[in-house]
């Protein structure tokens, strides 16, 4: 089954222990990206990543870090948490359909700072 | 920069009525147009898309028009369903484009 996967799917833990959201794929797609959820702020990009080695920054990428080491494998690393980055956090695989990316979305992590 | 503007809910709904969510969006060029929906407790899905204007999207019987005069693509459906009960988002991307402007999405609720 097509999918995208992410780990764990509830995370609660405290400012400056570090993180990191687990991301994967099973379609070969070589986009794919990070999203946070805000009640009233929709999804805002985090980063993305065009291939593998090939990461930039998206809207709100402070205090974030990704890696892309292998096509299927996207983390999301906080490498000292705060409070501000409670939110619900999705990853998304990219492909191109005729003149449009189409996003697949994992089913979401839950990330509580305290 | 480019934009989506949702109508704010939560919308309430009675099973079978008629469903109409606004969404305008601002951009440069010509963009494409999606309407993405949220299940509870799930990731977002792609519900219908349109590339250019005048197309009209339609899925699960769910229908959306690109409408460029108006710069909108409001999305309807005839007659909702409790399982319709979901998150729906409007977004946009540049043509061609990777990068995927989302608005701050719509709560519908259906009461059988």
């Known amino acids: 089954e097509a999918q995208v996967t992410q780990n764990p799917r509830y995370l609660i833990t405290v400012t400056g222990k570090k993180l990191t959201v687990t991301c994967s794929q099973n379609?070969?797609?070589?986009?794919m990206s990070w999203y946070r959820q805000d009640p009233g702020l929709g999804l805002r990009q985090i980063y993305y990543?065009?291939?593998?080695?090939?990461?930039d920054k998206g809207d709100v990428p402070e205090g974030y870090k990704v890696s892309r080491k292998e096509k299927r494998n996207f983390p999301l690393i906080l490498e000292s948490p705060s409070p501000n980055q409670t939110s619900l956090y999705f990853c998304a695989s990219s492909v191109r359909q005729g003149e449009v990316y189409e996003q697949y979305f994992g089913p979401g992590t839950r990330l509580t700072v305290t | 920069g480019d934009s989506v503007t949702q109508m704010e809910g939560p919308v309430t709904l009675s099973e079978e009525a008629f469903l109409t969510i606004n969404c305008t969006y601002t951009a440069t060029g010509y963009p494409s147009l999606f309407w993405y929906v949220q299940y509870p407790g799930e990731g977002l899905q792609l519900l219908l898309k349109a590339t250019k204007a005048d197309d009209k999207g339609s899925n699960k019987g769910f229908e959306a028009t690109y409408r460029k005069e108006t710069t909108s693509f409001h999305l309807e459906k005839g007659s909702v369903q409790v399982s319709d009960s979901a998150v729906y988002f409007c977004?946009?991307?540049?043509?061609?484009?990777?990068?995927?402007?989302f608005g701050a999405g719509t709560r519908l609720f259906v009461k059988a």
């Open positions: 977004a946009l991307s540049e043509a061609g484009g990777f990068k995927t402007i």
């Open positions: 990543s065009m291939n593998v080695e090939v990461t």
């Open positions: 379609m070969n797609h070589e986009y």
